[in-house]
């Protein structure tokens, strides 16, 4: 049961830098769209934005893709594994430090912005967990 919930969550991790990543460097409009939907964050339609989302979406891509290896063995992958924990908690300290001028300059709630904390955090968690059984 276990090892299905680490899969689980290693697909829903790649399967998220997947798609996200294919929208900011392929449809960066459509990407900036989603960015609305999902996080509530008003990022303006701009060249220079668009300029910022093709590389990221191209590291996006590479995360999922990367993400995908520990499913298949996770003891042979198991630095993925701890990049992803690090990548992760480089994403926690972003949100919560940088809060504020998210909300500033993108318009994203607090209380969204707590939410996808926890869901990271929950991701992050998860990871360790893994490792530990490893």
Not at 8 to 27: K, P, R, Y
Request: glycine share 6%; with cysteine; proline share 4%.
């Amino acid at each position: 049961m276990l090892q299905f919930l680490f899969a689980l969550n290693l697909g829903l991790l790649a399967l998220d830098h997947l798609f996200t990543g294919t929208l900011a460097l392929f449809f960066p409009k459509k990407a900036i769209k989603m960015y609305q939907t999902i996080f509530g964050a008003q990022v303006p339609e701009s060249r220079e934005y668009f300029v910022i989302l093709k590389p990221w979406g191209a590291l996006g891509i590479f995360a999922g893709l990367v993400g995908l290896l520990p499913i298949i063995d996770p003891q042979k992958y198991k630095l993925v594994l701890v990049a992803f924990v690090i990548l992760l908690i480089m994403r926690l300290i972003y949100r919560l430090r940088f809060q504020k001028d998210t909300k500033n300059f993108l318009r994203l709630s607090g209380k969204r912005n707590l939410l996808h904390v926890g869901l990271i955090l929950i991701c992050a968690v998860i990871i360790v967990i893994e490792i530990s059984t490893l």
